[in-house]
């Protein structure tokens, strides 16, 4: 598909993009933000920069000042993708892309999302809350498990413990400044997976590979250069790849997502287990990003995967015409 074909409208709009943010993930979101921009002018849209700091007032008279037609949201982490300027943007009358108030909220909870995939029927680990001090006191789980933020994105903030070690959990305990509660998981041993959606359309199954055997898919794996590769589509057997695709869009319509998310696994491939980890309303939209490649893979440019979120905020978009879902290489094992 070429990108003479990303405007079907006239009139270009003029469409802010949220960036920045005071979250974690400020650096990242400035990335996607950038591209953003540059992808939307490359569309034909008038284009407006807001970095939303910790002053939600001089936010607010930004979007004001400028008028947009639709704002694109390219928060990342606590605040960008709660919920928050989500109600911000809904309190002003703006349309944005991305999903709204609830689904927004509910995916930033990890414990919450645990709720509503179950609720839906969809695979996740054994877990529990727990606090520091009663991970201070004992093992939430038997090891090897996983201890995560409530409400992170980016993996900040994980640990995994392989083995039950007291000095260690009191270490964590210690140092923890995600909250009151402490969020502790099975570990899945395999292969980190991920599907994104587009509209209420599964794109490909990505493998995504650490440079470490056994590495984990951590903020500097998913962000600094080589960092991980992806694979896509990723070689897996054919049922799997399929269980893959179609459990991402029912998570997608579990938490009422909206334009696009990002459904995230780890697959035992010795037990043949499909495990959702969590969902992104916010996926990344930065060089090296998930989404993206995905929609590359099915025919969609970057600056059209732009256009057609801006065109889904404002109930306007068209259907794509989507390539076939890449078909990976033959894979029986693991």
């Known amino acids: 598909m070429t990108d003479k074909t990303i405007l079907p409208t006239p009139t270009p709009l003029s469409i802010a993009v949220l ?3 005071t979250s974690s993930e400020r650096s990242v979101s400035l990335s996607s933000g950038r591209a953003v921009m540059e992808a939307l002018k490359q569309a034909g849209h008038h284009v407006h920069a807001i970095d939303a700091g910790p002053d939600i007032t001089a936010t607010i008279e930004a979007l004001k000042a400028c008028k ?54 969809l695979p996740v680990a054994e877990g529990c809350l727990i606090t520091p001090d009663e991970l201070k006191e004992r093992a939430p789980l038997p090891a090897p498990y996983v201890l995560k933020p409530v409400a992170e994105g980016s993996s900040v903030g994980v640990h995994i413990l392989h083995e039950d070690d007291a000095a260690k959990r009191h270490a964590i305990a210690g140092s923890w400044t995600f909250g009151p509660q ?10 980190e997976l991920t599907v ?27 962000y600094q ?14 049922d ?12 997608h319509q579990a938490l009422g997502c909206r334009g696009a998310s990002r459904t995230d696994y780890r697959y035992d491939g010795d037990k043949g287990e499909l495990v959702i980890l969590e969902v992104n309303t916010q996926p990344g939209m930065t060089a090296t990003s998930l989404l993206p490649e995905q929609a590359a893979a099915r025919g969609v440019s970057y600056p059209l995967l732009c256009h057609w979120l801006v065109m889904d905020a404002l109930g306007r978009a068209e259907p794509l015409s989507l390539h076939p879902v890449p078909q990976p290489e033959p894979a029986d094992g693991p």
Request: aromatic share 6%; proline share 7%; glycine share 12%.
């Open 68 to 121: 947009p037609d639709a704002v694109f949201n390219a928060l990342h982490g606590p605040g960008g993708e709660d919920g928050a300027i989500q109600g911000v943007l809904e309190w002003l009358g703006l349309p944005y892309t991305h999903s709204g108030i609830l689904a927004s909220a509910i995916a930033m909870n990890k414990a919450s999302t645990r709720m509503a995939l179950q609720a839906a029927g």
């Open 240 to 251: 799997i790849t399929d269980q893959a695709l179609t459990l991402a869009r029912r998570a």
């Open 182 to 191: 402490i969020l502790a998981e099975r570990f899945i041993p395999g292969r």
């Open 19 to 21: 960036m920045g943010g």
């Open 196 to 222: 994104a959606v587009l509209g209420d359309e599964a794109l490909a199954v990505t493998e995504i590979l650490t440079p470490e055997s056994g590495g984990f898919y951590d903020f500097a794996a998913k």
């Open 225 to 238: 250069a080589n960092g991980s590769r992806h694979v896509i589509p990723a070689p897996l057997p054919a």
